[in-house]
């Protein structure tokens, strides 16, 4: 059985950190509360009672309203139909090419799609959709900005392994060290970079967020902007080489 640790990162947005030590990984999902409350990340399906457990320690789980993630990958939505059944009013946020491809066949339904910059409310918050495709990783890719906080949604940009505190302003560093080692292993060149990537991380930049909330390891609180700008050139030089 696997314990979720619970952290505020910001107010009333919730880290729920599930650490896998076969892994040496931590699986973040993101629990914001609000009055249509929104779980970004479903986590993998043997996670879910877990993380079902910690959700439940902040709120009814069956009042959930939104199921966000990035992309179609196990960690991101692997629980999304368990969620689903226990709170049937749900709606995933996805993308055109995330729900046709793969959400509506994997829920039974056909789900509303959120375009490029489409913004929706949950009561006092307001979020804006952002696709970037490949970015991460994925076709289907895209990535959630609550603008009332400044709180980014990264999925996987910023990973690193580990077992870590909740929050860390040197984000960037680790980031780059966990890129490098990651190249010399059997998961190597987890992102595409290819002509668009880093105009999608500049537009993530000029967002200017105050809190990147990371799936694998660490948020980190404070100059968002200058983290992202610290990425590309990490990417850029790893990657695009």
């Known amino acids: 059985m696997f314990t979720t640790r619970i952290d505020e990162i910001s107010t009333d947005v919730f880290r729920l950190s599930t650490y896998v030590p076969d892994y040496d990984l931590e699986f973040n999902q993101f629990l914001v509360r609000d009055e249509q409350p929104l779980l970004y990340h479903t986590g993998m399906a043997f996670l879910f009672p877990a993380v079902r457990e910690a959700v439940a320690k902040l709120i009814d789980p069956a009042g959930l309203r939104w199921l966000g993630f990035s992309h179609f990958e196990q960690d991101e939505c692997g629980s999304l139909n368990q969620w689903l059944a226990l709170a049937p009013q749900a709606q995933p946020v996805c993308n055109r ?19 490029h910059g489409q913004v929706f409310t949950t009561g006092q918050r307001r979020f804006r959709f952002l696709s970037t495709p490949h970015v991460p990783h994925g076709w289907d890719a895209s990535l959630l900005f609550e603008e009332t906080q400044g709180v980014l949604f990264c999925s996987d940009l910023f990973s690193h392994s580990g077992e870590r505190a909740a929050l860390t302003d040197d984000i960037a560093a680790r980031a ?9 292993g059997p998961f190597r060149d987890v992102m595409a970079y ?42 850029r030089s790893v990657l695009a080489a």
């Open 194 to 235: 290819n002509a668009q990537t880093d105009a999608i991380l500049a537009a993530l930049e000029s967002l200017r967020p105050s809190v990147l909330a990371v799936m694998h390891g660490s948020s980190h609180a404070g100059d968002g902007a200058a983290a992202i700008r610290s990425l590309r050139s990490s990417l």
């Open 97 to 115: 090419v995330s729900a046709f491809v793969n959400v509506n066949d994997l829920t039974g339904r056909e789900n509303p799609v959120f375009e």
């Open 176 to 184: 780059h060290e966990a890129l490098l080692e990651e190249q010399q």
